[in-house]
């Protein structure tokens, strides 16, 4: 799969106060015919005491479904039945379910049976890109963006459709709230998907823009500067999160 992907996270600078792990998790891999990148951010309040391994789980299952559709082996057929699954909502459903079934066995290997597993314990949000052969799949479910660049501006593929609470894999009914999009396979494409922490960072678009060119620009120069950004590029975001939102950051950039 001819795709470039960067990505880097950091703890955010609030739960560096309090000595607390990320509660994001980021994951992605290329294959022989296809490439997935997968972020999810699990909920802060005390509450969601074990979100930092419900986003964990969440990526897993989306690594899990996309198993079912034996994409190395026959990428075209693939391709066909994972779209017309997710058109008829098929996907959605599954990805919940296996999200809670792994959930269910994380939950009960550190509690005896005669606890009452609670999903708000690993409360997290989930968002995904996959690149087939002739589309790329879009996903969202929660505050997280997926920002695509069209000319010379980004734009944000979903709008959202969170009101009181951030939608959540914990919901019994997340299903409903789950979006997505399929594009065709475009020969020159740069993508940003991040959790909501980096976003929130910026006072402003053009900041935002800003910083998004800059690191393209560097992914992009040649292989020593290229090298140098991913070694710098975690301290890099624990400084964006200090001066900013103050939370954890996942981030993943895509480009050919």
């Known amino acids: 799969m001819e795709v470039n992907i960067f990505g880097e996270g950091a703890v955010g600078y609030k739960n560096i106060v309090k000595s607390s792990s990320s509660q ?3 994951l992605y891999k290329k294959y022989k015919n296809y490439a997935v990148c997968t972020v999810a951010d699990g909920h802060s309040m005390d ?9 964990y789980l969440a990526c897993q299952s989306v690594f899990e479904i996309l198993k079912t559709y034996k994409l190395n082996e026959d990428i ?29 066995r994380e939950f009960y290997k550190r509690n005896y049976k005669v606890y009452k597993l609670d999903y708000m314990l690993f409360g997290t949000t989930l968002s995904f890109v996959i690149f087939l052969k002739e589309y790329i799949v879009f996903f969202n479910l929660g505050d997280s963006s997926i920002l695509i660049k069209e000319d010379k501006d980004y734009v944000n593929l979903f709008k959202n459709n969170n009101f009181k609470f951030v939608n959540s894999l914990a919901l019994y009914n997340c299903e409903e709230k789950m979006q ?10 740069k ?30 120069k040649d292989i020593f500067s290229n090298r ?29």
């Open 24 to 26: 994001d998790f980021f």
């Open 47 to 55: 509450v969601f005491k074990y979100s930092h391994i419900g986003s």
């Open 76 to 104: 075209e057929k693939g391709e066909q039945n994972f779209i017309c699954d997710l058109k008829n909502k098929k996907v959605q459903n599954d990805i919940k379910n296996k999200w809670r079934d792994l959930v269910y």
């Open 180 to 189: 997505y999009s399929i594009l065709k396979m475009n020969k020159d494409f």
């Open 191 to 220: 993508l940003v998907i991040s959790t909501d922490g980096f976003i929130n960072s910026f006072e402003t678009y053009y900041k935002l823009k800003s910083e998004l060119d800059r690191t393209f620009q560097i992914l992009e």
């Open 228 to 256: 140098y950004l991913r070694n710098i590029y975690k301290k890099h975001l624990s400084n964006i999160s200090k001066y900013g939102s103050k939370d954890d950051i996942s981030i993943i950039y895509i480009y050919n």
